[in-house]
C-alpha cells in the first residue's frame, strides 16, 4: 500500500469498507424499499454494532492488533462524533432524503489522514 502513498488504515477506511458497504446497502434498501424501514434501521446498527465488537474481536484473538496511532488520536474520535451526528438524526424520528444526503459526509473526515496531510503540505512548499 505504501507503493500507492496511502497506509494500510487508509486502504481500510476506503476501498475495504466501501466493497463490503456495497451488500449492505442493497440489504438496507430492499426492507426500506417494501416498506419496512426499521429492518434497514436495525440492519444499520447492528451492523455497526457487530464490526466495531465482534468483528475486531475476533480479529484480535487470531492475532494482536497493533493500532496505529492516527486511528487512536484521530480516527477513533472521528468516528464517534459522525455516528453521534447520524443517530441524532435517527433519534428524530424521522430520516428523509434532505438528512439522507447528509449521511455520507462525515465519512470524508474519517478517512482523511492527518499523517499524509502533513506529508503533502510540506511537499508542496
Known sequence: MEDLGISETAFGLLVVAAAVSVEEVV?????AHRGHPEISVGNALGTLLFLLTG???????????AIPSAVSSFHAPAL???VALLLGLLLRGRLGRPEARCCPLPTAPISWEPSRWREWTSAAR
Request: proline residues 11%; aromatic residues 0%.
Open 27 to 31: 440489504l438496507e434498501m430492499l426492507p
Open 55 to 65: 468483528s475486531l474481536g475476533v480479529s484480535a484473538l487470531v492475532r494482536p492488533i
Open 80 to 82: 464517534v462524533l459522525a
